[in-house]
């Protein structure tokens, strides 16, 4: 996998040109340039959870983030591949689709808007800690 720099409006519009079903920029691309769909890679020992194909970061079975949002928590728990918001029964397939539906739609990076606490220290950390650290143990 590789990296590119790309400006926020760029962005922006890559993901304003996802079709249902398109969970990374990856993918929107592959369809926009005419590329066969890619399969997700097997992840040993994955049990439930929710996994982050594009950053390749797994979230545990029961795993919960956070975030607040105009003075309110809001929680969702990682279960059977998707994010469920338990106060309003909602799921969602990607983290974008979550930070949309809380947000009111606005774009944003949901890295840096969601946290967790570290199941071994108790610190409070932003969800892309994750990405940093699990996705790029897997390149």
């Known amino acids: 996998m590789r990296n590119i720099s790309i400006t926020t409006d760029v962005f922006a519009a890559i993901w304003q040109s996802r079709k249902e079903g398109e969970e990374s920029e990856d993918a ?10 890619q399969t ?9 959870g929710f996994y982050d194909e594009r950053s390749r970061v797994h979230f545990p079975e029961g795993r919960e983030i956070y975030r607040t949002y105009k003075g309110h928590k ?7 591949d998707r994010w469920f918001v338990q106060a309003t029964g909602e799921s969602f397939h990607s983290l ?34 994750l ?5 790029m143990s897997e390149s």
């Open 96 to 129: 974008h689709k979550l930070s949309q539906a809380i947000n009111k739609g606005k774009q944003e990076n949901a890295w840096l808007n969601w946290k967790y606490r570290d199941p071994d220290t108790g610190e409070e950390r932003l969800i892309d800690h």
């Open 40 to 48: 997700a890679p097997e992840v040993r020992g994955r049990r439930g």
């Open 28 to 37: 929107i691309l592959r369809r926009i340039l005419g590329l066969p769909v």
């Open 74 to 80: 809001v929680t969702a728990v990682a279960h059977l």
């Open 131 to 135: 990405r940093k650290t699990q996705g």
